[in-house]
């Protein structure tokens, strides 16, 4: 199931890199190489994030992988970014906290002007439409960064290595 998903997910990066690409820049590979470099810089700075529960990072437990991120070009210097994880198990009670330290770190350390969309790989989850919904709902992302005990496991899973 899980490789299922993985595979779902790498296949929407791709067709979302690809729908990015203005019309003029299609079949060239300059679009698609740019986009692809963004997306890169976008993994590098993800995959670091430590698991709540474990003391693996999302790329070790395949939580995140370069394929799971996609970056479209908006114009004006902006960019989407497109993110789909996949929870180690469908019924993972820790999803969205996850989804909040993707959101938290990118906010942080992108270096571009974004727009950021994050979601659980399509059948990877058991609630995966409320955990969108919430993940990408500002209102509620602020509201639970407000909470210290939760702002303080965020910023353990996001803190860099030493």
């Given amino acids: 199931m899980a490789a299922v998903a993985a595979l779902l997910s790498q296949t929407v990066a791709r067709v979302l890199r690809l729908a990015g690409l203005p019309e003029g820049e299609r079949g060239t ?9 963004k997306a890169l810089e976008v993994y590098d700075i993800i995959r670091s994030i430590r698991d709540p529960e ?15 991120v996609a970056v479209q070009d908006l114009g004006d210097g902006e960019y989407l970014v497109v993110i789909h994880f996949t929870p180690t198990v469908p019924h993972c009670s820790l999803a ?11 906010q942080r350390c992108l270096p571009f002007k974004h727009k950021l969309e994050i979601y659980i790989a399509e059948g990877a989850h058991s609630t995966e439409e ?21 702002r303080e496991i965020v910023e353990n899973c996001v803190r860099e290595p030493e």
């Fill in 29 to 37: 590979g300059r679009g698609t190489r740019a986009m692809d470099e």
């Fill in 54 to 68: 474990k003391p693996n990072t999302l790329e070790e437990l395949d939580v995140v992988t370069e394929d799971c």
């Fill in 96 to 106: 969205t906290l996850i989804g909040l330290c993707l959101r938290v770190k990118l």
């Fill in 130 to 150: 409320d955990i969108n919904k919430q993940i990408n709902d500002k209102e509620r992302v602020a509201a639970a960064m407000e909470n210290p005990s939760l």
